[in-house]
Structure formats: structure tokens, C-alpha cells
């Protein structure tokens, strides 16, 4: 009998602190990832614009072709990325930074370029 309550108490603690890790994990992936992903393909970044907080970072995930990601404003600018490669960014001042492929695209939004829009915390 003692031994029984004493392993079901062992369970329960195990089963609280798997929840606590598993729902902290899955914090921190939606932080991670959050709205803060864009994807490149032939010939397009997705989404287009998207917008961010200042201090956080940006991840390009290229999924296929070989592309850059470059500011139009040279604030950042990305070696030649090939399918899976990633690039990133942290954003640490508010405001809009277009940018654009150094291949496809070009300043001002012509072909395959974005937009980040950075807001203010
Ligand atoms: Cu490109």
C-alpha cells in the first residue's frame, strides 16, 4: 500500500513536469518562429511584408534556387543562399526596411523583393 501511493505520487510529479517542459517548448518554438519566417522560392519571398517588433529577428528560409537577401538600404545583406540554406537578421531599430534578391529582384520592390516592417516595442 505504501508503496503504491508512493509510486503514484512519483507519477503524478513526472507527469507535471513533462507537461511544464513540453508546454515551454512549445513556447518557445512559437516565439522562435512566430511571424518572424519568410520563405523564398523561384521567384518570390513569402509573405511579402511582413511585420515584426523591434529587437527580433528574421529568418529567410530558401527553399529552392539560389537567391540573396539584400536591404535596399545595404542594412543587411546575405551570401548567395542555396535550397536550405537560411539566413537571418535581427532587427533592432524600428521603421521599414525593403529589400530585394541581388538575382531576381531589385530596389524599390521590382520583381522578387519584401518588405520587413519593424514596430516600435
Ligand atoms: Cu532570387
Known amino acids: 500500500m505504501k508503496k503504491t501511493v508512493r509510486l503514484s505520487l512519483f507519477a503524478m510529479l513526472l507527469a507535471f513536469a513533462l507537461a511544464a517542459v513540453t508546454e515551454r517548448s512549445a513556447r ?3 516565439s522562435a518562429q512566430g511571424n518572424n519566417q519568410v520563405t523564398i522560392t ?26 540573396t537577401v539584400k536591404s535596399d538600404t545595404d542594412v543587411f545583406v546575405s551570401k548567395n543562399l542555396k535550397a536550405g540554406e537560411t539566413f537571418s537578421y535581427q532587427f533592432t ?29
Do not use: Q, R, S
Request: aromatic share 10%; proline share 3%; with cysteine.
Open 28 to 30: 518557445m518554438n512559437a
Open 42 to 67: 523561384n521567384f518570390k519571398f513569402e509573405p511579402k511584408t511582413i511585420t515584426v517588433n523591434e529587437g527580433d529577428t528574421v529568418v529567410w528560409n530558401n527553399k529552392e534556387g539560389l537567391h
Open 93 to 121: 531599430k524600428a521603421g521599414k526596411y525593403p529589400y530585394h534578391c541581388g538575382f531576381h529582384g531589385g530596389k524599390g520592390g521590382a520583381d522578387m523583393a519584401g518588405t520587413i516592417v519593424v514596430k516600435k516595442k
